[in-house]
């Protein structure tokens, strides 16, 4: 008898435990993301709020940010996390915030990508009714890109002008260009401010340096769209062969005014030559008239 009544209360309490955890209810929404929009090959942080944790029917609950693009987690990081329901584990709150930092793939279209999240309760031991709910994950790709190239240089003055084009599709903002002393001698600062470049707009900045390679790194700072600071770096190619002609040539002259001097005299050497050739055919033409 006494076995049966125990049998039966063990019974009643499974039955009351499966009721009571039945009843717990979650929700799951997603209430920051920083920075938003999300850049295309950089990090974004994602905070999502478990509503319903105040109720200790719900056990443990499992919730996942899950990996795929356009997320990814970085090695070591954990895409899981273990929640234990009830007041006491939460502050005292019926919800529970869950933070998660990912890095958002370099191929992410503008607008919005889709990222799934999945949740259970009682699921200690990896058991449990997992749901699954998708959230709009906002990115533009904000991130700019420029084409620089040597716009001209001359040896006799050593003043390097560089061309400079805003490829990407915002504009940049408070820019500017450091040319670094590698394969260069820089006479004076090595950094000049631009200001804001809008995109598919082109300018040129000049600098006092002497080549002595193929090769300058250029570094491009800028505010992109969300006033994040960003950096570029260029290698942009230098062809000494193409600026020959502005190479000194002992009296500080380039190639080019010598061949300008020796232009101008072939000309006043013609002109000298047809007036007196004008002029001696004139004569003779005189001294026959008066024979």
Same mark, same amino acid.
């Given at each position: 008898?006494?076995?049966?009544?125990?049998m *039966?209360?063990?019974?009643?309490?499974?039955?009351?435990?499966?009721? &009571?955890?039945?009843?717990?209810?979650?929700?799951?929404?997603?209430?920051?993301?920083?920075?938003?929009?999300?850049v295309?090959?950089?990090?974004?942080?994602?905070?999502?709020?478990?509503?319903?944790?105040?109720?200790?029917?719900?056990?443990v609950?499992?919730?996942? *940010?899950?990996?795929?693009f356009?997320?990814?987690?970085?090695?070591?990081?954990?895409?899981s @996390?273990?929640?234990?329901?009830? %007041?006491?584990?939460?502050?005292?709150?019926?919800? %529970?915030?869950?933070p998660?930092? $990912?890095?958002?793939?370099?191929?992410?279209?503008?607008?919005?990508? =889709?990222?799934?999240?999945?949740y %259970?309760?009682?699921?200690?031991?990896?058991?449990?009714?997992?749901?699954?709910k998708?959230?709009?994950?906002?990115?533009n790709?904000?991130?700019?890109?420029?084409?620089?190239? $040597?716009?001209?240089?001359?040896?006799? =003055?050593?003043q390097?002008?560089?061309? @400079?084009?805003?490829?990407?599709?915002?504009?940049?903002?408070?820019?500017?260009?450091?040319?670094?002393d590698?394969?260069?001698l820089?006479?004076?600062?090595?950094?000049?401010?631009?200001?804001?470049?809008?995109?598919?707009?082109?300018?040129?900045?000049?600098?006092?340096a002497?080549?002595?390679?193929?090769?300058?790194?250029?570094?491009?700072? &800028?505010n992109?769209?969300?006033?994040?600071?960003?950096?570029?770096?260029?290698? $942009?190619?230098?062809?000494?062969?193409?600026?020959?002609s502005?190479?000194?040539?002992?009296s500080?002259?380039g190639?080019?005014?010598?061949?300008? @001097?020796?232009?101008?005299?072939v000309?006043? %050497?013609?002109?000298?030559?047809?007036?007196?050739?004008?002029?001696k055919?004139?004569?003779?033409?005189?001294?026959?008239r008066?024979?």
């Amino acid at each position: 008898m006494k076995k049966g009544v125990l049998m *039966l209360v063990i019974a009643v309490a499974m039955l009351s435990s499966f009721v &009571y955890a039945a009843d717990c209810s979650l929700d799951v929404s997603m209430i920051n993301q920083d920075p938003y929009p999300a850049v295309p090959g950089d990090y974004v942080k994602l905070v999502f709020q478990v509503n319903g944790m105040g109720d200790p029917a719900c056990g443990v609950v499992d919730f996942q *940010l899950l990996p795929g693009f356009p997320i990814s987690f970085d090695p070591g990081t954990n895409s899981s @996390i273990k929640l234990n329901s009830g %007041a006491y584990a939460v502050d005292y709150s019926s919800y %529970a915030t869950v933070p998660f930092k $990912v890095r958002v793939d370099k191929d992410a279209i503008d607008g919005d990508n =889709t990222i799934k999240v999945a949740y %259970a309760h009682n699921s200690q031991n990896g058991e449990g009714v997992y749901l699954r709910k998708d959230f709009n994950l906002a990115v533009n790709n904000s991130q700019g890109d420029f084409e620089v190239i $040597v716009d001209s240089y001359s040896y006799a =003055t050593g003043q390097l002008t560089l061309g @400079i084009l805003n490829t990407g599709k915002s504009n940049a903002r408070s820019l500017t260009v450091k040319l670094l002393d590698s394969n260069v001698l820089i006479s004076g600062g090595n950094e000049k401010i631009i200001g804001d470049l809008n995109s598919n707009d082109d300018t040129t900045i000049n600098f006092n340096a002497i080549p002595n390679g193929d090769n300058l790194k250029v570094v491009l700072s &800028y505010n992109d769209i969300n006033n994040a600071r960003r950096s570029i770096d260029k290698d $942009v190619y230098f062809s000494s062969q193409s600026f020959e002609s502005t190479k000194n040539t002992g009296s500080g002259k380039g190639a080019s005014y010598y061949l300008l @001097i020796l232009t101008w005299l072939v000309i006043i %050497a013609v002109f000298v030559y047809k007036y007196f050739r004008n002029k001696k055919a004139k004569k003779i033409e005189q001294q026959k008239r008066f024979r």
